[in-house]
């Protein structure tokens, strides 16, 4: 009888433990393009651990379906991605891909990027200006996945990839200089672009059929509604 007691005991404390878990938490599934989605097509799922919690920050973490971490960190928003602080990523078999710290949502701070194998592939320092609203990242150092140092100092040959955009080009005192040369698999253009100190001066697109399209700044760029298209 005490037997029967103590377990029904033990399955009241399991259910209660389980419903504060559930009402401190909430789960949602991502798509590939981190949009909420339902879970038959989802990609990642996101946990916001103390989200029933009336926080200035809030603990948010990502999932691969493997059930390996993808991101962690904090929000300023539970319902929504605002970082703030450092963040952590992961790649799919639990290796870290980079430590970037953020304020109010924008990158500022040191940031350490490395390669799936570990080895080290960039150390950067983001800078974010709250009173103008411009941000600045600065490339130190960088090693391509044989491990040469491609820029030392701030000063070398740099190529990144970021989502669907890879460019490539000269980096001095930390910044974009001079000719850059890239393309985007997304709109399916391919692009040079030059700098000076790290601004972008003017620019070239072209498109898979043959459209070019100059530019003058980034916001241009950006906005295709705004450029001239040559014929």
């Given at each position: 009888?005490?037997?029967?007691?103590?377990?029904?005991?033990?399955?009241?404390?399991?259910?209660?433990?389980?419903?504060?878990?559930?009402?401190?938490?909430?789960?949602?599934?991502?798509?590939?393009?981190?949009?909420?989605?339902?879970?038959?097509?989802?990609?990642?799922?996101?946990?916001?651990?103390?989200?029933?919690?009336?926080?200035?920050?809030?603990?948010?973490?990502?999932?691969?379906?493997?059930?390996?971490?993808?991101?962690?960190?904090?929000?300023?928003?539970?319902?929504?991605?605002?970082?703030?602080?450092?963040?952590?990523?992961?790649?799919?078999?639990?290796?870290?891909?980079?430590?970037?710290?953020?304020?109010?949502?924008?990158?500022?701070?040191?940031?350490?990027?490395?390669?799936?194998?570990?080895?080290?592939?960039?150390?950067?320092?983001?800078?974010?200006?709250?009173?103008?609203?411009?941000?600045?990242?600065?490339?130190?150092?960088?090693?391509?996945?044989?491990?040469?140092?491609?820029?030392?100092?701030?000063?070398?040959?740099?190529?990144?990839?970021?989502?669907?955009?890879?460019?490539?080009?000269?980096?001095?005192?930390?910044l974009k200089q001079g000719s850059?040369?890239?393309?985007?698999?997304?709109?399916?253009?391919?692009?040079?672009?030059?700098?000076?100190?790290?601004?972008?001066?003017?620019?070239?697109?072209?498109?898979?059929?043959?459209?070019?399209?100059?530019?003058?700044?980034?916001?241009?760029?950006?906005?295709?509604?705004?450029?001239k298209k040559l014929k």
């Amino acid at each position: 009888m005490k037997r029967n007691i103590f377990l029904f005991l033990l399955l009241i404390i399991s259910v209660s433990l389980s419903a504060q878990i559930s009402m401190v938490s909430k789960k949602i599934f991502l798509d590939s393009l981190n949009q909420e989605c339902t879970p038959d097509n989802y990609s990642y799922t996101r946990v916001i651990t103390n989200y029933s919690q009336k926080s200035m920050r809030y603990v948010v973490t990502d999932f691969y379906k493997n059930g390996r971490k993808k991101m962690t960190g904090a929000t300023l928003d539970r319902d929504i991605l605002k970082k703030d602080g450092e963040f952590i990523y992961y790649y799919k078999n639990g290796a870290k891909e980079a430590v970037v710290n953020y304020t109010d949502d924008h990158k500022n701070g040191k940031e350490i990027n490395w390669y799936e194998n570990q080895s080290k592939k960039s150390e950067k320092q983001n800078i974010w200006d709250p009173k103008t609203k411009k941000s600045q990242t600065l490339i130190l150092n960088c090693w391509d996945e044989d491990k040469s140092q491609t820029v030392t100092d701030g000063n070398g040959e740099y190529e990144e990839t970021d989502k669907f955009i890879s460019q490539k080009g000269t980096i001095k005192d930390g910044l974009k200089q001079g000719s850059w040369q890239g393309n985007d698999l997304l709109h399916k253009t391919t692009f040079v672009d030059n700098y000076d100190r790290g601004i972008l001066t003017s620019g070239i697109s072209v498109d898979e059929n043959n459209v070019k399209t100059t530019y003058s700044s980034l916001t241009e760029k950006q906005n295709t509604k705004n450029v001239k298209k040559l014929k």
